[in-house]
C-alpha cells in the first residue's frame, strides 16, 4: 500500500517467514531440484538442469542455516549473505532457478 504525505511516498511492505511457511519452501525447492535432474536426464540437456537443480539445494541449505531456532525466525542478514557468498546476488540466483523452467 502507498500513501503520498506532503511529496512524500510511504510504502508499506509486509510479510511473514515463519516456520511452516519455510518447511513449504523447503519442500517446493527440493521438488524443483528432483524434476530438474530427471528433466535433464530425459531430454539431454543435463549440464543446464543439473546447474538448476543444485542451486535449488544451495537455496534449501541457505535457507535452513539462516533460520533462527532461538528466535523462530528467519535471520534476513545470514540469508542475504549465503545467497551472496553462494552466487554473488539474488539475480544471478534466480538465472540459475530459471534454468529449471517455469517452477524454477
Do not use: P
Not at 500513501?3 to 516456520?19: A, L, M, P, T
Not at 538465472?95 to 529449471?100: D, F, G, I
Amino acid at each position: 500500500m502507498a500513501s503520498r504525505n506532503g511529496g512524500q511516498i510511504n510504502f508499506n511492505v509486509g510479510f511473514n517467514v515463519d516456520k511452516t511457511s519455510l518447511n513449504g519452501l523447503s519442500q517446493s525447492l527440493q521438488n524443483i531440484a528432483k524434476q530438474a535432474d530427471s528433466l535433464g536426464s530425459s531430454n539431454g540437456l543435463d549440464k543446464q538442469f543439473k546447474e538448476a537443480a543444485a542451486a535449488a539445494s544451495q537455496l534449501d541449505s541457505i535457507l535452513k542455516e539462516s533460520w533462527n531456532t532461538k528466535l523462530n525466525q528467519l535471520n534476513l542478514d545470514k540469508l542475504n549473505k549465503g545467497i551472496k557468498d553462494s552466487y554473488g546476488g539474488v539475480d544471478q540466483l534466480k538465472q540459475k532457478l530459471s534454468q529449471a523452467g517455469e517452477q524454477g
